[in-house]
Structure formats: C-alpha cells, structure tokens
C-alpha cells in the first residue's frame, strides 16, 4: 500500500522525545513523515523540493517565525494543519479579547494599554481592577505576563516588558482571577483531553507554571462554550485555557499546536491521534 507523505515543522537541536514518537507512530500508520526543523539552515530549493512531496504539513512548533515558514508552504499548495489564518485571533490576546466579547463567549475584562506610560496609568486607574494581570500581546508559555497588585508595580512591570528585549509590543491590563487552569484539548472538532494545571507556588497555573497535571469533568456548559469557540476560531487542532471566575467558566486563551504531554502516559496516544486525523485530511 503506497503510503502517505506527511511533512512535520518543528525547531530543536536534534530530534526531541515527541518527534520520536510521531516517527514511531507514523509508522504503525503507514505513514512516510519528512522532518522539517526550523532550528537548521533551510535551503530554499530544498525546502520547496520537499514540501511538494506532502500530501499535508503539520506545524508542531509555537515558534513566532515558523508562521512565515506556514505560508510558504500554503503558496506551494499544500495544506497545513492549522493554517496560517488561525494565529490572528490565538497568538494575539487582545483580538482574542475582541473575537470573545464579539461572539459572547466568557472572558476576564480586558483593555489595550496606550503605550505613552502616563496615558496607560490613567487606563489602569480608571480601569481599577487590583490586582491586574498585565501582558504583552503576543507571548507563549507564560511570558511576558505579571500580575500587579497597585500602580507602581504596574508602572515598573510596564517598564520591565519593554526592556527585557528592546522590543516594544502592546501591553494588555487584564482582570485577575485566583483560579487553577482548565486545559481543554479537541482534534477535529472533538475533546480528546482535559488537564487541570494546579497552582504550586505562583499565582500563575498556566504554561511552565503549572507542575500537576490531572483530568477534570467537562460539563455541559463547557462543552458549550467549547464547541462555540471551535466554530469561531476553525482550529483543528486546539487547546484552549479557562479559569473560573465566581464558579463559571471563562477561556484565558487558545492555542494552535497545544502541548501534547500533559499527561506523560497518554502522550502517544495523543500524537497518534494527530496522525489519525492528519491522515484522514490528506486524502480529501
């Protein structure tokens, strides 16, 4: 049986625990996978070569610069899960913001800091939501995110976002809810995984922070909002974050390629779950 040619981006020294398994995986399935790692010196030609032997792309890493990489591939007519459409509203928190407020979904009171530091502070004043979470626009796994509990720390947390790079991007004021995080993760429109990321020792249980990882019960609300959200954003392969604020549920944020080892002794399963999927989309 000719097997299917998948390509999968990805940025590393050397092939990491997780590429390993989608080449094991992709094994049991029949499935040819060509590696692309970003982290290396592409050759255009090459890369072009390459990509024409795939059926279908997937990107497996939430680097900024592999979204170039996304359309590169879509102009030479291949098919990317997820395409590059989908990082307007997931990698930029303030048009999430907009898109939830704009489709009713629940989110924490949000504003878009002016960056004239004098200008934000009066934002923040008039928002008056202490403590407030503040956050650069566009950040993975917990960067660049700082709760404040009055306006000086806000101001130096302000200060500090611009400085650490030498790269001024937007900031957003963000309302504070003391709660654990609620990973919600679907493939094709399914929920295939729940995590709860427990609090230990930060404030913050989302990203790198949250260290416990176990299963919650999804219920019908969130099954709601969920399936609302999937419609929205067109995601296919979808991790959402949610807190609770007053016992109800709200989504923090939404994320293209998800982490897929939350749960160690599930994280074949769930790769192999990619490939299933990926391998139905191919033949379309």
Wanted: hydrophobic fraction near 40%; proline fraction near 1%.
């Amino acid at each position: 049986m000719k097997k299917e040619v998948v390509g999968v981006i990805y940025s590393g020294k050397h092939l990491g625990k997780e590429e390993k398994m989608y080449l094991r995986e992709a094994h049991k399935r029949n499935i040819e996978l060509i590696m692309f790692n970003l982290a290396e010196k592409i050759d255009e030609d090459e890369f072009e070569k390459q990509i024409k032997k795939c059926k279908i792309v997937i990107n497996n890493t939430a680097e900024d610069y592999a979204l170039e990489y996304i359309k590169t591939v879509e102009e030479l007519g291949r098919k990317v899960i997820d395409k590059s459409k989908v990082y307007y509203y997931t990698e930029d928190k303030w048009m999430l913001y907009l898109k939830c407020k704009e489709h009713k979904i629940p989110t924490l009171d949000t504003i878009l800091l002016s960056e004239n530091l004098n200008v934000a502070k009066g934002e923040l004043k008039k928002f008056n939501k202490w403590p407030v979470v503040l956050k650069r626009t566009i950040g993975t796994m917990g960067q660049y995110v700082e709760k404040a509990d009055n306006m000086i720390e806000a101001e130096w947390m302000i200060k500090n976002f611009s400085g650490k790079d030498n790269e001024k991007l937007p900031i957003i004021a963000q309302e504070f809810a003391a709660s654990d995080s609620y990973r919600v993760t679907c493939i094709n429109g399914k929920i295939v995984q729940t995590a709860l990321k427990k609090k230990t020792g930060s404030w913050k249980a989302t990203g790198v922070y949250g260290e416990k990882f176990d299963k919650f019960k999804v219920d019908k609300e969130l099954k709601r909002i969920v399936d609302k959200i999937l419609k929205v954003s067109q995601i296919q392969i979808c991790g959402i974050d949610f807190l609770k604020k007053n016992d109800k549920w709200v989504v923090i944020d939404i994320n293209a390629e998800p982490a897929l080892d939350f749960i160690d002794r599930e994280h074949s399963k769930m790769v192999g779950l990619v490939l299933d999927f990926v391998k139905k989309e191919s033949r379309k």
